[in-house]
């Protein structure tokens, strides 16, 4: 057992035994549950779903307000689990807390990870083309809605009216995150692009290459919300590199 076996930030205590670990940061309105059907391991590699405060089992703790405030709360509670190699792997707006964590552990001067992993969202400067920010309520309603239905769960009225307040708190967080100037990453950079998802361009994801003197990309098969699965071909570029 570990000395953070209590951290509301990890919905279950690292294993002292990992030879590494996977830090996964889940898209705007959910929680570590994106992760649910992931392995427990990844070729040795331990998977560490990260809970945001403001939903699920932390619905109760409130709404980290800002990436940022976010970012300053989440590098503290993983200084005790960077005593091993370990990477970020973040869908969608996630990417952008774990971009400013890792800023903040290096300035901390703490061990950054391996490697970056980002799924569909643009750079930090590029934030606002998310196709979702310019969504209404009543379109974000039926996004919940759609993505509960795709599920195969039938969305209670109740279901969807907490998934949407949730979805409003992180996009007000989305919205008002800002950074015009690209602080240089320590680490390299896995860009994924998913085939099936129209919404965001192989082109909209070029801004990465400003933030390292790494940076790869790949273009997977599936759609938006298809990370969840934890396919082959995502687990093999996540094995394959750290």
């Not at 649910?36 to 980290?64: I, K, M």
């Not at 990436?67 to 091993?84: G, I, Q, S, T, V």
Request: hydrophobic share 40%; with cysteine.
């Amino acid at each position: 057992m570990t000395t953070v076996a209590a951290s509301p930030w990890f919905v279950r205590p690292p294993a002292d035994q990992a030879a590494a670990r996977l830090f996964c940061f889940p898209f705007s309105g959910s929680g570590a549950s994106a992760f649910s059907a992931w392995p427990a391991a990844l070729d040795g590699t331990e998977v560490c779903p990260v809970q945001f405060p403001g939903r699920e089992n932390r619905l109760g703790h409130p709404h980290y307000g800002s990436y940022e405030n976010l970012a300053d709360a989440l590098a503290e509670a993983l200084e005790p689990l960077l005593d091993r190699p370990f990477a970020f792997f973040a869908h969608c707006a996630g990417a952008l807390p774990a971009y400013e964590t890792v800023l903040r552990l290096a300035a901390r001067g703490l061990p950054t990870p391996d490697r970056l992993f980002v799924s569909r969202q643009p750079a930090p400067h590029d934030a606002a083309l998310d196709p979702m920010l310019a969504m209404s309520e009543d379109e974000l309603r039926a996004e919940v809605e759609s993505f509960i239905r795709g599920r195969g769960i039938e969305p209670r009225p109740d279901m969807v009216g907490l998934g949407l307040m949730v979805l409003l708190r992180d996009h007000a967080a989305a919205k008002a995150y800002e950074r015009t100037d690209p602080a240089r990453l320590p680490c390299p950079v896995t860009v994924l692009k998913w085939r099936d998802d129209p919404d965001v361009s192989l082109d909209d994801l070029q801004g990465w290459r400003r933030y390292t003197d790494s940076v790869e990309y790949h273009v997977v098969d599936g759609g938006h919300y298809q990370f969840m699965d934890a396919p082959d071909e995502l687990q093999k570029l996540l094995t394959g590199r750290r």
